[in-house]
């Protein structure tokens, strides 16, 4: 908590700084309900063995992963051959019916003469 006019001009601070007398600048304020950051921070600060550990994990985990990615694509190229190929072998059997249907309507329609 800050109460009005009871900061130090920048000529008290000089002042005390040159006779040696502290100003009491330095105090840390307590928050209500704010989260302690340094001490968060320092926390997860982990010895270097573990971080190389957890670099050699991602590394691992990061070749599943392309593993896995790899064959869904494999998977999905499959399925994209198999489904050209049939597209092409009905647009083929349409065709063919097609043209049987062009062969046979004009000896229906000489047959009907």
Do not use: C, W
């Not at 040159?18 to 600048?25: A, F, Q, W």
């Not at 590394?59 to 489904?83: F, G, H, P, S």
């Amino acid at each position: 908590m800050t109460v009005p006019d009871m900061s130090y001009t920048v000529k008290e601070l000089m002042e005390k700084f040159v006779v040696g007398n502290d100003p009491h600048i330095a105090h840390e304020g307590d928050y209500e309900n704010e989260p302690d950051i340094d001490g968060e921070i320092l926390d997860t600060i982990q010895d270097l063995t573990e971080i190389d550990k957890q670099r050699q994990q991602v590394t691992v985990l990061q070749k599943k992963v392309d593993e896995l990615n790899q064959a869904k694509q494999e998977k999905r190229k499959k399925q994209m051959e198999i489904d050209a190929r049939e597209l092409k072998e009905y647009r083929e059997s349409k065709k063919a019916r097609q043209k049987e249907k062009v062969q046979n309507a004009p000896e229906a329609g000489s047959a009907e003469e």
